[in-house]
């Protein structure tokens, strides 16, 4: 009988030549991470058209220090196991995010700040994090009412050179899907754009290591905003980043258009498998 249990890979224990790669080109981009979890976090509750009412469920900061300790600890599942239990006594979708991870990720980078924690639990503890945040949703998700094999392609804000991404999205549509292609968006409209989107899966240009600041606020916005879309990465230059992208919590990453059209089509296998599951759970009677 199925637990609750979000059924993706385990949390990753990150290797020592990934956390390693990471100090070396970057040792302040887990804090980035955290941060913009908790700023989001707080733009998405701020956007709301009533204040968030959830206070009798929130957390105490003993609750909150103890789910951080298990993101930094040694056993990767004990984070994924608390969260089962938050979501088994009927805690939303979007409480958990809101009132458990975002919260989560500001006293990871409080713990930073404050020398409570190193530069290697940090980076495990966000890493555990954004897997979280990419477990989580296959389990909430609504059934689209589209079926069609469509996928966004867009642009990472600020990136000038979309020749890529436009003959991605050119050489999909040759292949039968119906793809949206957003390019020279802002953040803000780009979020909006995917959001209002019936589409499950994005694709992100990425332009190389300037652009990793964008792209993490970007996949960071889209994990609390968009939480049905599954995201992938892909980039002439992605190897060179792939450490950071390990810590985004993507659900893909793709060093050419060949590993792209061969990792989105898994992605809309493992979505298609996902809805059948969910039609077949519900009662008779039900419909789509």
């Known amino acids: 009988m199925h637990d609750g249990r979000p059924q993706s890979v385990p949390i990753p224990f990150l290797p020592e030549q990934i956390l390693g790669e990471i100090g070396r080109l970057d040792p302040r981009f887990p804090e980035i ?22 206070t009798a469920g929130r957390p105490s900061s003993e609750d909150l220090e103890t789910f951080c300790k298990a993101l930094v600890a040694g056993d990767d599942r004990e984070a994924m196991d608390m969260i089962v239990e938050i979501r088994a006594e009927g805690v939303a979708f979007e409480a958990i995010y809101l009132d458990y991870l975002a919260p989560a990720a500001r ?25 979280l945040l990419r477990d989580l949703k296959p389990s909430f998700a609504p059934i689209p ?36 292609l957003k390019v020279g968006l802002s953040h803000d409209d780009l979020v909006a754009e995917i959001e209002r989107a019936p589409r499950s899966i994005v694709g992100l240009s990425v332009g190389g290591r300037h652009s990793l ?3 993490s606020r970007l996949v960071v916005a889209l994990h609390l905003h968009c939480p049905n879309a599954m995201l992938l990465a892909a980039g002439q230059d992605v190897e060179e980043i792939r450490p950071h992208l390990t810590l985004m919590g993507l659900d893909g990453i793709a060093r050419d258009l060949t590993d792209a059209r061969a990792q989105i089509s898994s992605l809309w296998d493992r979505e298609m498998q996902r809805r059948t599951r969910l039609r077949d759970s519900r009662p008779e009677g039900k419909g789509a």
């Open 213 to 215: 600041d964008a792209l």
């Open 107 to 131: 006293m990871l980078g409080d713990w930073w700040q404050e020398d409570r924690a190193s530069f290697v639990e940090v980076t495990i503890g966000t890493g555990r994090l954004f897997s």
């Open 145 to 180: 009412a589209r079926q069609e094999i469509s996928v966004v392609f867009a642009s990472v804000p600020g990136e000038d050179h979309t020749l890529g991404v436009r003959m991605a999205a050119d050489l999909f549509r040759e292949d039968g899907w119906d793809v949206a």
């Open 33 to 54: 991470l955290v941060s913009g979890l908790a700023e989001e976090a707080l733009r998405r509750v701020s956007a709301r058209a009533e204040p968030w009412r959830n």
